[in-house]
């Protein structure tokens, strides 16, 4: 999710990541499947952003 936000493109996130751009959309696909959120629409993409940075935050024994 960072790297898809940080980067210019979809192939430089992919070159971040080192995987290929094709596997990249893939799992934007299972993003989508698992949470309903739409990365291509900037404020569902915030929304998850968000709260993986939440999640992140919290202590581990919550």
Do not use: C, W
């Not at 996130?13 to 990249?24: D, F, M």
């Not at 698992?34 to 992140?56: N, P, Q, S, Y």
Request: glycine letters at 4%.
């Amino acid at each position: 999710m960072r790297a898809v936000t940080s980067a210019g493109s979809l192939a430089e996130a992919g070159r971040q990541l080192y995987i290929h751009r094709n596997t990249l959309l893939q799992r934007i696909a299972r993003i989508r499947t698992v949470t309903g959120l739409d990365l291509k629409r900037a404020d569902e993409a915030t929304l998850l952003r968000l709260a993986l940075m939440a999640a992140e935050s919290a202590p581990a024994s919550v």
